[in-house]
């Protein structure tokens, strides 16, 4: 396991908005960390070096020796600041930041003349880091272990009343330093749980829990410019349930919308992992499907069709079957922007029910898409 993956808050739970949660903390406690690491990391190095004055106070005959130790672990914990430095994530670049600055103030008290008892107040402050970087238990043992087994194994060396000192000292801020790890995480993983909870609701559709419309559209803005710039395929489905109208008209408006949310699990289904689905509003669906040839495109669109027609939602005791026309554009030269491979979309959507409804129509073929993404911009 990863060193940043076991310092990052386990926050678990079932369901899309709680990962979704989950993934926002990570995300977050990520991003302030880089942001942090490259204002807060070179100043705390250099704060490390200088201390090298107080060790000339404390033993001159040893301050160069223990200036330069401090001076290595500054310049081994220096790449960590910056992301370009080390490949790790924010997290893990901090942890490695922490060992090496500890590293280097212990070792270098170690070697001065009662270094250790004189300088445990360094030692100390420097614990009240770990709860910035660590927001778990499992995260916290994981920074503070080796600098911990690394003092302890400089103060067996030294005489017993300073091992006795320094250790209770130690060990009384270590708690400490995890009791405000411990409410300082769970206060900011609920604040942050809270902002997480209005993100998702703002995002997505609330009757099929699935993203909605403005989701949509920004991933479709996005997949559009990724598709353009890597010159990679894209295709948007565009799905409509046939005659919705009647199912409202004969069970209600409530069983109506029950048979939204069943279409809309099986179009997630017939989807997985291949695409982005969501709804549009209305009976009208639309899955984004990056890199999609028109093969695979009709592939895609094939499947969805297929799973719909062949879901039962039960109603009243009664079992219904629906089913969808969809509507496929895929991206070419002609395309000007996103809102037009929609438009295509949307044109061959039409098509497929008036040609008689439950089936895939496709804008995809050259001159098709051509066409259709013309009289869409018209
Ligand atoms: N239950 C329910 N009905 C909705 C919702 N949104 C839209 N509708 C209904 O969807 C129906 C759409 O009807 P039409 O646009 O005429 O289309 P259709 O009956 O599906 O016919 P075709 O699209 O031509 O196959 C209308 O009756 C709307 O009231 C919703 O959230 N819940």
């Given at each position: 396991?990863?060193?940043?993956?076991?310092?990052?808050?386990?926050?678990?739970?079932?369901?899309?908005?709680?990962?979704?949660?989950?993934?926002?903390?990570?995300?977050?406690?990520?991003?302030?960390?880089?942001?942090?690491?490259?204002?807060?990391?070179?100043?705390?190095?250099?704060?490390?070096?200088?201390?090298?004055?107080?060790?000339?106070?404390?033993?001159?005959?040893?301050?160069?020796?223990?200036?330069?130790?401090?001076?290595?672990?500054?310049?081994?914990?220096?790449?960590?600041?910056?992301?370009?430095?080390?490949?790790?994530?924010?997290?893990?670049?901090?942890?490695?930041?922490?060992?090496?600055?500890?590293?280097?103030?212990?070792?270098?008290?170690?070697?001065?003349?009662?270094?250790?008892?004189?300088?445990?107040?360094?030692?100390?402050?420097?614990?009240?880091?770990?709860?910035?970087?660590?927001?778990?238990?499992?995260?916290?043992?994981?920074?503070?272990?080796?600098?911990?087994?690394?003092?302890?194994?400089?103060?067996?060396?030294?005489?017993?009343?300073?091992?006795?000192?320094?250790?209770?000292?130690?060990?009384?801020?270590?708690?400490?330093?995890?009791l405000q790890?411990?409410?300082?995480?769970?206060?900011?993983?609920?604040?942050?749980?809270?902002?997480?909870?209005?993100?998702?609701?703002?995002?997505?559709?609330?009757?099929?829990?699935?993203?909605?419309?403005?989701?949509?559209?920004?991933?479709?803005?996005?997949?559009?410019?990724?598709?353009?710039?890597?010159?990679?395929?894209?295709?948007?489905?565009?799905?409509?349930?046939?005659?919705?109208?009647?199912?409202?008209?004969?069970?209600?408006?409530a069983a109506?919308?029950?048979?939204?949310?069943?279409?809309?699990?099986?179009?997630?289904?017939?989807?997985?992992?291949?695409?982005?689905?969501?709804?549009?509003?209305?009976?009208?669906?639309?899955?984004?499907?990056?890199?999609?040839?028109?093969?695979?495109?009709?592939?895609?669109?094939?499947?969805?069709?297929?799973?719909?027609?062949?879901?039962?939602?039960?109603?009243?005791?009664?079992?219904?079957?629906?089913?969808?026309?969809?509507?496929?554009?895929?991206?070419?030269?002609?395309?000007?922007d996103w809102?037009?491979?929609?438009?295509?979309?949307?044109?061959?959507?039409?098509?497929?029910?008036?040609?008689?409804?439950?089936?895939?129509?496709?804008?995809?073929?050259?001159?098709?898409?051509?066409?259709?993404?013309?009289?869409?911009?018209?």
């Amino acid at each position: 396991m990863m060193i940043s993956q076991l310092i990052s808050h386990p926050l678990s739970g079932q369901g899309t908005p709680s990962r979704h949660e989950a993934d926002f903390v990570r995300q977050r406690t990520e991003a302030e960390l880089a942001r942090l690491l490259p204002r807060v990391g070179p100043g705390l190095a250099l704060l490390v070096v200088l201390y090298t004055g107080w060790d000339l106070l404390l033993d001159p005959a040893n301050a160069v020796q223990s200036g330069l130790t401090r001076l290595l672990f500054a310049a081994l914990a220096a790449p960590a600041f910056w992301a370009s430095g080390l490949p790790w994530t924010a997290q893990g670049r901090a942890c490695w930041a922490y060992w090496m600055l500890s590293a280097g103030v212990i070792l270098a008290m170690a070697q001065l003349e009662g270094g250790l008892s004189q300088g445990s107040g360094g030692i100390l402050i420097g614990l009240f880091l770990i709860p910035f970087i660590a927001s778990s238990s499992a995260g916290f043992l994981a920074i503070a272990l080796p600098p911990t087994l690394l003092l302890f194994g400089c103060l067996l060396r030294g005489p017993l009343p300073e091992l006795a000192s320094v250790g209770l000292t130690y060990g009384a801020g270590l708690a400490v330093a995890f009791l405000q790890m411990r409410i300082t995480s769970g206060l900011r993983a609920a604040s942050l749980a809270v902002q997480a909870r209005l993100e998702w609701d703002a995002s997505h559709d609330a009757l099929t829990r699935c993203p909605n419309r403005a989701w949509l559209q920004k991933e479709a803005a996005h997949a559009f410019d990724r598709a353009r710039r890597e010159g990679a395929g894209l295709a948007f489905a565009m799905i409509d349930i046939d005659h919705f109208k009647r199912v409202n008209d004969r069970f209600g408006h409530a069983a109506g919308d029950q048979v939204l949310k069943g279409v809309a699990e099986a179009c997630q289904r017939a989807v997985g992992q291949a695409g982005h689905f969501g709804r549009l509003g209305g009976e009208e669906f639309l899955c984004i499907f990056p890199g999609a040839s028109e093969e695979s495109a009709l592939i895609h669109g094939e499947r969805i069709r297929a799973e719909v027609e062949a879901a039962a939602h039960l109603l009243d005791g009664e079992t219904l079957k629906v089913t969808v026309s969809v509507g496929l554009g895929c991206l070419s030269e002609h395309h000007a922007d996103w809102e037009q491979l929609l438009a295509g979309a949307d044109e061959a959507m039409y098509a497929a029910k008036q040609e008689g409804r439950n089936r895939v129509k496709s804008a995809c073929s050259r001159a098709d898409a051509r066409s259709m993404a013309m009289s869409a911009a018209n």
